[in-house]
């Protein structure tokens, strides 16, 4: 019998109302998407670019967000090329630790070359960034792998924010670009005495748009959400981080998408 793998995404151009927020949960891991707390003062297509995935299998959880740049189509595409050929394999069969750093470039490679194909047939610009999580509890390792300004944070006994980004962000989806100049950064990180790992798009973080410091709100909204059920710790921390990202743009009456992601794991 082949094992069970259950999947959900949120993609921005279903999600249009400002201030609101959506969620998705299931077992340990919870998902949630806003267009913003405020109207978007910088040049920009649609009014949600953002997305953000999970899929959930006996041999581990993948997580991902995505911040469209000139569309939400790329950010899109991601998400569809993850759930479909990623999620399938990796959480049902899993991934050796040694091999982590060759699939999960292989994997974003395939993403920036399918939206290449796909703005040259389309005459489309859209770019997107891409942050990606893969969690297996029974290997006791989280890999990861980012490309642009989107956030991987573990939070538990100490804080990190995994890869941070320097620099200007770099598109996935720009015919420019080949593997060698997005800049990615990819790596593992231990589970035991971590809590969550926690995803968001930038537009938790933005200078003058989102909070002053993503890595404590990360943190904060973990630590607020252990204090509810266990059913429910997932889902309240993805909403209680998307949530400190829209108290922020309404205060600064600048908005940008938000897009959260959470994987809860043993208490540290």
Known sequence: MLARVRSAQLLGRGHLEEGRIACVGEANVAIAISRGGAKKRYSHKEPNEDAVCFAHGAAGTLLAVADGHAG???????????????????????????????????????????????????????????????????????????????????????HDELGPAEGRPRFLGSPRNDLSALGLRTGCCELPALRAIVLATDGLSERGIGVADPLDAAARAVGSASQHPATRQPLEAARGLAEQAIAAQQRQRAGDNVCTAVCWLADA
Do not use: K
């Open 72 to 158: 939400a189509e790329a950010s899109e595409l991601a998400m569809r090329i993850l759930l479909e050929d990623a999620a399938l394999h990796w959480t049902r069969n899993g991934v050796e630790r040694e091999r982590w750093g060759e699939a999960a470039e292989a994997l974003v490679t395939a993403v920036h070359t399918a939206i290449i194909a796909a703005g040259m047939r389309h005459d489309s610009h859209a770019r997107t960034t891409l942050s990606i999580a893969y969690v297996q509890p029974e290997e006791g390792f989280c890999g990861w792998i980012s490309a642009g300004d989107s956030h991987i944070f573990a939070i538990g006994a100490r």
